[in-house]
């Protein structure tokens, strides 16, 4: 199993924190939410043959743009009768206007560091290009094409794609896990079922969805990672699996807690 996909599972949890301040706009809750992480699917090739961890992750606007912290940990067992331990941490802070991010991500590999990243990114206005400064694990600025965009804003238009009926969405998104990366990320949505949840506007919709991300370093027309999950309209994720291809992880809502939202002038 590569550590870098493991990083990446914290970026793609990235995508469902925001809370939109634009009149008209998708109003999401700013929440924190604990699942529990279990071995989707028993058939591996990655020698994985259980899993037991939680993936929690938390989003909180303020007045000046959206708060992020996630952290995904497990302990997995393997086929041959041995099993290891792996923590990964991700905080990041993504400004109003959707232009500027800065990012933490810290891992660590049977309770010792083993990998720091962290820097931040600034994009021109209105879709223009810009860059990323990465400070860890060593200095380096890349170029972010026009076009780009950071998580919170790709969340915002998945929301908005599926209560307008679209079925595919593709987007750049970087979100700074990986200093050479900024991912083709393809969103697939299906039809809005009914849940059992009530709301003030009656029973809750939710989309089941499926993004594949693209990094390109592979040299074929195969995702990195897929990660599917059902989404609400306020976007909170449910029934979530990331799927790394070799194996895959079932993430299961356990606890949620929602937050006021922050009164601004």
């Not at 970026?11 to 699942?35: C, D, K, N, P, Q």
């Not at 529990?36 to 037991?52: C, E």
């Not at 595919?168 to 039809?191: C, K, L, N, R, W």
Request: proline letters at 3%; charged letters at 25%.
């Amino acid at each position: 199993m590569k550590k870098s996909s493991l990083l990446a599972a914290i970026a793609v949890a990235t995508v469902a924190g925001s809370i939109s301040f634009e009149a008209g706009a998708v109003e999401l809750l700013s929440h924190r939410a604990a699942y529990r992480l279990s071995l989707h699917n028993a058939l591996t090739t990655g020698g994985i043959v259980g899993v037991r961890g939680a993936l929690v992750m938390e989003w909180r606007a303020s007045c000046e743009g959206w708060i992020s912290n996630q952290q995904l940990g497990f302990v997995a067992d393997t086929n041959d009768g041995s099993d290891f331990m792996y923590d990964v941490r991700f905080t990041s802070w993504e400004s109003r206007d959707h232009n500027t991010l800065r990012f933490n991500v810290r891992s660590f590999d049977g309770g010792e560091p083993f990998e720091e990243i962290s820097g931040k990114a600034r994009l021109g206005h209105d879709g223009e290009s810009g860059e990323a400064r990465y400070d860890k694990p060593e200095e380096n600025t890349i170029e972010l094409p026009e076009g780009t965009i950071f998580p919170t804003l790709h969340m915002n238009r998945l929301v908005e794609a599926a209560q307008a009926g679209e079925f595919v969405m593709t987007h750049d998104v970087f979100d700074g896990s990986d200093p050479e990366v900024i991912s083709t990320v393809s969103a697939f949505i299906g039809q809005a079922r009914v849940s059992s949840v009530d709301t003030d506007a009656g029973k809750e919709q939710r989309w089941p969805v499926q993004l594949a991300y693209y990094s390109g370093k592979s040299g074929v027309d195969t995702p990195d990672f897929q990660i599917s999950f059902d989404l609400n309209e306020r976007g909170v994720l449910y029934d979530i699996v990331l799927d790394y291809g070799d194996f895959a992880l079932q993430a299961d809502l356990e606890e949620m807690e929602a937050y006021d939202a922050p009164v601004c002038e």
